[in-house]
């Protein structure tokens, strides 16, 4: 588990087609419902092209198909002066109950950028006449969010009749929009299976468009007239939800539409290179980091006693972190452009780009200069052979390290070669210190911004050893079974920013207790806590430190002069994921985070036992992963070590047997008991 500041993407939407709840969030869902009472059904015939869909012989689909998607029919019309106008019909098939929500359009607009000009629905039941919806029956309501603030998205909601299991329900609408960028996105893939998939797109004379295809093979245009093509897919299969797997937009089939056009004016909204979209990041940015003496003042409190360049860099990154609410403020091009550092710095709140900016600034107080980075929260959705893109949706800070600066506990560092040392810091991210940033952020591909405009850099991958867990345990165990002892947990990285967020989330009257409870009740059935407390938990530069005792009866059975201990007490570094999976998997494995683990476990036996026999050593070393483990008796204590180290975030699908056998693995040796025995007189 891991929160921080940061709610949500910042950015504007990126420019999605797919209307139906299918693509919403699970609160945007239940809302939607909560707002939208079923209209009073009324009789009304459905379109021909509708009735055609629901007529349609269909292929078999899988038996935990919730809905089918019939037809899936957009077509897009760009203006001369930029402008664009969609017209979207879509056909669902209702297999489930739990597909009852794919009855349920959601349309979403700027306003006054965008206009949702027409909308209709009907349905089409098994049994019965049809019915229909139109504009008079739907709701618009503002951008859902956890939180946030206030935006000019909108959502516009209109609710088929009937949407039940064996029925047809049908959407058509038109919306016109005013995109900031000249590009079109066009998403074929979802949760839900495809049988027809239609794109049609006209542009003004003299225009020229590229495609490319994303996770999906090729598709030849098909010229339907002057300035129109249409491409066409079928039978595209739904999008598995499997555990661990990249990002749905990562694995998705989609196409990505870059628009060139005649007109110069119009054409500073299209990118042929990186270079260009940073330049047009930076012209937005221009004139945002101007300092005041209020900043100024500031930074001279926070930095007062820092004697170094770092020290100053940590005050000034920690205050922003801890006092700088996230709060996004995104009215018109705000969802691209920063606020001013003065404004963020007066109110106390911004979204990622406004808390990059404010910190930026105070940082050129100290004579440390900065660099915007845009990057996507998914790692994977950019990709170096790609043009220009908006699919970034995060900013963070590139910090110029000055000359000398020790990087002993800065990770995130990047060799520019004109530059020089660049160190990466997420500042809406309040549980990582200066020198981390995020698991989602790592090995992924980020436009960093200069003066001189974009270019496309890989943020490193982190080390396993800058996130590492040490457990050492000490237990006496008596001749009943059962075993007392304590436990000094020390973390760094990311195993301590996990073990923080859960500590905060927790709703206890002691958070770190209830959590330690939790943790134990599901490796040591039984066991109770006697003793907790977290050392360093709100100062984030330091280790997290968690101390807890407890006692746990009847935890080896003994059975007349023999007693079977399993020597591994807590933590679980097995996994079940690749287990009992009814259907072979399509996507890799996403592990998170590199990351290094260490066990050592001494329990003292009852007076006047011994060891009888202890379990074999393991050694196990993949691309992705080791382990290594081994049981050893000195007479007087029985001592269990163990490292595990994961060296790679993504286990692509050919090495999946071998993770498999890695946790089968680590789970005998997780499972397996030493023996004790009474010693002779």
């Known amino acids: 588990?891991?929160?921080?500041?940061?709610?949500?993407?910042?950015?504007?939407?990126?420019?999605?087609?797919?209307?139906?709840?299918?693509?919403?969030?699970?609160?945007?869902?239940?809302?939607?419902?909560?707002?939208?009472?079923?209209?009073?059904?009324?009789?009304?015939?459905?379109?021909?092209?509708?009735?055609?869909?629901?007529?349609?012989?269909?292929?078999?689909?899988?038996?935990?198909?919730?809905?089918?998607?019939?037809?899936?029919?957009?077509?897009?019309?760009?203006?001369?002066?930029?402008?664009?106008?969609?017209?979207?019909?879509?056909?669902?098939?209702?297999?489930?109950?739990?597909?009852?929500?794919?009855?349920?359009?959601?349309?979403?607009?700027?306003?006054?950028?965008?206009?949702?000009?027409?909308?209709?629905?009907?349905?089409?039941?098994?049994?019965?006449?049809?019915?229909?919806?139109?504009?008079?029956?739907?709701?618009?309501?503002?951008?859902?969010?956890?939180?946030?603030?206030?935006?000019?998205?909108?959502?516009?909601?209109?609710?088929?009749?009937?949407?039940?299991?064996?029925?047809?329900?049908?959407?058509?609408?038109?919306?016109?929009?005013?995109?900031?960028?000249?590009?079109?996105?066009?998403?074929?893939?979802?949760?839900?299976?495809?049988?027809?998939?239609?794109?049609?797109?006209?542009?003004?004379?003299?225009?020229?468009?590229?495609?490319?295809?994303?996770?999906?093979?090729?598709?030849?245009?098909?010229?339907?007239?002057?300035?129109?093509?249409?491409?066409?897919?079928?039978?595209?299969?739904?999008?598995?939800?499997?555990?661990?797997?990249?990002?749905?937009?990562?694995?998705?089939?989609?196409?990505?539409?870059?628009?060139?056009?005649?007109?110069?004016?119009?054409?500073?909204?299209?990118?042929?290179?990186?270079?260009?979209?940073?330049?047009?990041?930076?012209?937005?940015?221009?004139?945002?980091?101007?300092?005041?003496?209020?900043?100024?003042?500031?930074?001279?409190?926070?930095?007062?006693?820092?004697?170094?360049?770092?020290?100053?860099?940590?005050?000034?990154?920690?205050?922003?972190?801890?006092?700088?609410?996230?709060?996004?403020?995104?009215?018109?091009?705000?969802?691209?452009?920063?606020?001013?550092?003065?404004?963020?710095?007066?109110?106390?709140?911004?979204?990622?780009?406004?808390?990059?900016t404010l910190l930026s600034t105070m940082l050129k107080d100290v004579g440390i200069d900065s660099y915007y980075v845009f990057i996507s929260s998914e790692r994977g959705l950019v990709r170096p052979d790609d043009p220009p893109a908006a699919e970034f949706d995060h900013a963070i800070l590139a910090i110029k390290l000055p000359a000398g600066v020790p990087t002993v506990d800065l990770y995130a560092l990047y060799q520019h070669p004109r530059l020089g040392t660049l160190l990466f810091f997420d500042s809406t991210d309040n549980l990582d210190p200066l020198g981390y940033i995020p698991p989602e952020l790592q090995a992924n591909y980020a436009m960093l911004v200069t003066d001189q405009g974009g270019e496309l850099v890989e943020l490193p991958l982190l080390a396993p050893g800058t996130n590492r867990m040490l457990r050492y345990s000490q237990f006496s165990l008596d001749s009943f079974g059962s075993l007392q002892g304590s436990v000094r947990e020390i973390r760094w990285g990311e195993p301590a920013t996990d073990s923080r967020a859960q500590i905060h989330a927790a709703e206890a009257k002691d958070p770190g207790a209830d959590v330690l409870e939790t943790f134990l009740a599901h490796f040591v059935p039984g066991a109770e806590l006697t003793h907790a407390n977290a050392e360093n938990l709100d100062d984030i530069g330091k280790s997290l430190v968690l101390n807890y005792q407890f006692v746990a009866q009847n935890y080896a059975q003994p059975s007349g002069d023999l007693i079977l201990l399993r020597p591994r007490v807590v933590g679980e570094w097995s996994s079940a994921l690749l287990e009992n999976t009814a259907k072979p998997r399509l996507y890799p494995v996403d592990l998170g985070a590199t990351s290094l683990w260490s066990d050592i476990v001494e329990i003292s036996p009852p007076p006047g036992y011994v060891v009888d026999d202890l379990p074999s050593p393991t050694k196990l070393d993949y691309p992705f992963a080791s382990y290594t483990s081994k049981v050893e008796w000195d007479g007087k204590v029985l001592r269990y070590t163990r490292t595990m180290q994961v060296k790679s975030v993504l286990v692509p699908n050919e090495q999946l047997g071998d993770l498999k056998k890695f946790y089968e693995q680590i789970n005998e040796d997780e499972s397996t008991s030493a023996i004790l025995k009474r010693a002779a007189n």
């Not at 059904?41 to 019939?70: C, E, H, Q, S």
């Not at 027409?118 to 618009?140: F, L, Q, Y």
């Not at 299209?270 to 047009?280: I, Y």
């Open 1 to 356: 588990m891991r929160t921080n500041n940061r709610s949500s993407c910042d950015f504007p939407e990126r420019r999605r087609r797919k209307s139906t709840s299918a693509i919403l969030t699970a609160g945007c869902v239940l809302a939607a419902f909560a707002a939208i009472h079923a209209p009073a059904a009324r009789a009304g015939d459905a379109p021909d092209w509708l009735r055609a869909a629901a007529a349609a012989p269909l292929p078999k689909y899988p038996d935990d198909t919730k809905a089918i998607v019939l037809l899936d029919d957009e077509t897009v019309t760009i203006q001369a002066n930029g402008e664009d106008v969609i017209h979207e019909r879509i056909a669902y098939k209702i297999v489930r109950s739990s597909g009852r929500d794919r009855g349920v359009l959601s349309v979403p607009f700027t306003n006054p950028g965008s206009k949702v000009t027409s909308v209709k629905g009907w349905c089409i039941p098994a049994t019965g006449k049809e019915m229909s919806v139109n504009e008079k029956d739907s709701v618009v309501r503002g951008k859902f969010e956890d939180e946030g603030g206030p935006s000019d998205e909108q959502v516009l909601f209109l609710r088929a009749p009937a949407p039940d299991p064996g029925n047809v329900v049908g959407f058509e609408y038109e919306v016109r929009t005013r995109p900031d960028l000249l590009q079109e996105e066009w998403d074929f893939q979802g949760h839900d299976p495809i049988h027809l998939a239609h794109f049609t797109l006209q542009v003004p004379s003299g225009w020229e468009y590229k495609i490319r295809w994303v996770n999906h093979p090729q598709v030849s245009a098909q010229q339907d007239g002057p300035n129109q093509w249409h491409w066409e897919v079928q039978d595209v299969p739904a999008i598995d939800d499997e555990d661990a797997a990249p990002p749905e937009e990562t694995v998705e089939g989609r196409a990505m539409v870059d628009f060139f056009p005649t007109d110069a004016a119009v054409r500073q909204k299209t990118f042929d290179s990186w270079k260009d979209f940073g330049l047009w990041q930076s012209g937005l940015a221009a004139g945002r980091r101007n300092d005041t003496p209020e900043i100024e003042a500031k930074v001279k409190e926070l930095t007062a006693n820092a004697t170094t360049p770092l020290d100053k860099m940590r005050a000034i990154t920690l205050w922003v972190q801890s006092q700088i609410r996230y709060y996004a403020v995104e009215i018109g091009i705000g969802g691209w452009q920063p606020h001013a550092a003065a404004q963020v710095f007066a109110n106390r709140y911004g979204d990622c780009k406004d808390m990059t």
